[in-house]
Every structure is written in structure tokens, then in C-alpha cells.
């Protein structure tokens, strides 16, 4: 794979100046507006861009009301009047590559990046380091988890080294697979018991041990993946378009999107998938259309 394309997102303003008559020049100035962004604990989308600086991971919550972004400064969420908002402080310097919230109970989330893994048991707002067996410090690029029965398997790439794994909901951690090129997303199939991974020059999944190549029909680079546990359907971003895995088939997608995608998520109720655009912006796909967030 050529490389993973990620993306910073900045604000342009353009002042024209104009000449204007000595009467517009008496007119007294209007009162400065009041942005969403100037109060505490509200943020433009924007702002979480220009904060967060890169985008690494998106989510949708099981309610279906909330995006979540991972970025290099922090994981936000939006609000459903449209705003958006850090989701802890504790997080607010940690670069987030990818997290985990418990089907079972929503409050336990795990959530992981250049810091190693952090576990939460009240919903995001306090967070604990947790990770024995991790390297240290471990830089992790990519996380993904699974609930299996009673237990919670938790998977990270920590980057030169390879995925570790853990079995009792992060608390220990081994080396699984080691990895000898970078792995930029992965995702549990629970279908199909596989750990699918989108590595540096191709689409994996290990099975008994030994890692196999996933062939995609006329895709050449693969941006991301991501596995619909509802259905056990995987898609995976390209720069052909999104592809989905139905039943061992490989189809694209038909909706076509406003722009192409380099992030893709699994959705929660009507809504099948979440993306980010090269522009940065987020879609859902609903009724086989997709639309922008918000």
C-alpha cells in the first residue's frame, strides 16, 4: 500500500477592503457575535479539526444520535444540537487512533493511542492507564475489540513491533502477531472469526495463526475497513469507492458519495455506514444515500 492518506484541516478568511463614504464610517459597529465555539464546552466541527489538528478514527454510538472522532489532540463527540464537544479532559493531549465500548455494558470504553491503552468505566469521563505486557512507551497506531461471551479481546498495533493481544479486558497484554509493515485500521469479524487488517501493501486477515491476503476486485490502495457486527458485512475504503464483503462476495458499493471516502465505520440503526471525506467532512449512508452529517 503507497501510504495512508491523513489529513490536517485549517480555516482560510478572506478580508476585502473596500472604500466606503464618511456616513457607513460614523455608523457605530455592531455588536461582536456570540459563537457556539466561545462557550465552554462547545465547538464548532471546525474547531474540533483545528484542535485535533489529524483525524484518525470516527464511530457512531449505539443511540445513533452521536459521532465520535479520535484525533491527534484528543476524542470528541458531537451534540445533538449540532455542536461538538471534548469527551474528556484526561484525553484532551493524547493522540486517539481507535477505542471500544463494551455492547454489554456502554459505560466500560477503551481507547488507545501514542500513550498506550486507557479504560474508562463511567462513559468517558475519567480514564485509567491500563496495559501490562505493553511495550513502554507503547505507540500504538491501531486498536480494535471484540466481547465474546463474558470476556472482552482486545487487539493494538504497536508500531515496529506488531499487534499484541489481550483476553481480561486490556489489563494484560502479549504479543499475538508480529508485523513487519504498518498496519493503519483494523476490525474484528465475529461471523467469520477473523481479525481483518488494512497493513502497508494489502488487505490481511489472520487465520490459525497465519496471515492471508485478501484479494479486492480493481482496488489498488486501501485507506481503511471496518466490520458491521450487526451483520457480520465488512467494507473497506478505496480509492475506488467503498467495497462490502457479503456472504464471501466482494461488491462496490452503489450509493455513490459526495466525494471520495478515506474513513469508513460501521452505523447504528437506519444508518449502514459513517465516512470521512478527503475534505474532512463526515457522512452517513441512510435509505442508500449518502448525506453529511451535520
Not at 459521532?67 to 471534548?86: D, K
Not at 465505520?265 to 470521512?276: D, R
Request: hydrophobic share 35%; aromatic share 10%; with cysteine.
Amino acid at each position: 500500500m503507497k501510504g495512508f492518506l491523513r489529513w490536517g484541516y485549517g480555516a482560510m478568511v478572506l478580508v476585502l477592503l473596500s472604500g466606503c463614504n464618511d456616513s457607513e464610517q460614523n455608523k457605530p459597529a455592531p455588536p461582536p457575535t456570540v459563537t457556539a465555539a466561545a462557550l465552554k464546552g462547545d465547538l464548532t466541527y471546525q474547531d474540533v479539526l483545528e484542535k485535533g489538528e489529524t483525524v484518525h478514527n470516527l464511530a457512531m454510538t449505539t443511540d445513533a444520535e452521536r459521532i465520535w472522532v479520535g484525533t491527534h489532540s484528543g476524542l470528541y463527540s458531537s451534540t445533538p444540537g449540532g455542536l461538538w464537544s471534548l469527551l474528556s479532559t484526561e484525553l484532551e493531549y493524547q493522540d486517539i487512533v481507535g477505542w471500544f465500548v463494551d455492547p454489554k455494558d456502554p459505560h466500560q470504553i477503551y481507547a488507545a493511542g501514542n500513550q498506550g491503552v486507557m479504560h474508562s468505566s463511567d462513559g468517558g469521563k475519567e480514564w485509567t492507564s491500563i496495559g501490562s505486557g505493553l511495550p513502554s512507551p507503547a505507540d500504538i497506531r491501531s486498536f480494535a475489540g471484540i466481547r465474546e461471551g463474558d470476556q472482552i479481546r482486545l487487539f493494538a498495533f504497536v508500531s515496529g513491533e506488531g499487534i499484541y493481544q489481550s483476553s481480561d479486558g486490556g489489563d494484560n497484554w502479549s504479543i499475538w502477531q508480529p508485523m513487519d509493515q504498518e498496519v493503519f485500521a483494523m476490525d474484528f469479524n465475529p461471523e467469520e472469526n477473523r481479525l481483518y487488517v488494512a497493513a502497508q501493501f494489502s488487505l490481511l486477515y489472520n487465520e490459525d495463526g497465519e496471515w492471508k491476503t485478501e484479494v479486492l476486485p480493481q482496488a489498488q490502495q486501501i485507506y481503511s475497513l471496518s466490520v458491521d457486527k450487526r451483520t457480520g458485512i465488512l467494507a473497506v475504503a478505496t480509492e475506488q469507492g467503498i467495497f462490502e464483503k457479503i456472504k464471501g462476495e466482494w461488491r462496490l458499493l452503489d450509493a455513490r458519495s459526495p466525494e471520495k471516502l478515506i474513513m469508513i465505520s460501521s452505523g447504528e440503526g437506519e444508518t449502514k455506514w459513517v465516512g470521512v471525506g478527503e475534505s474532512a467532512l463526515i457522512y452517513k449512508l441512510s435509505d442508500n444515500r449518502w448525506v453529511k452529517w451535520n
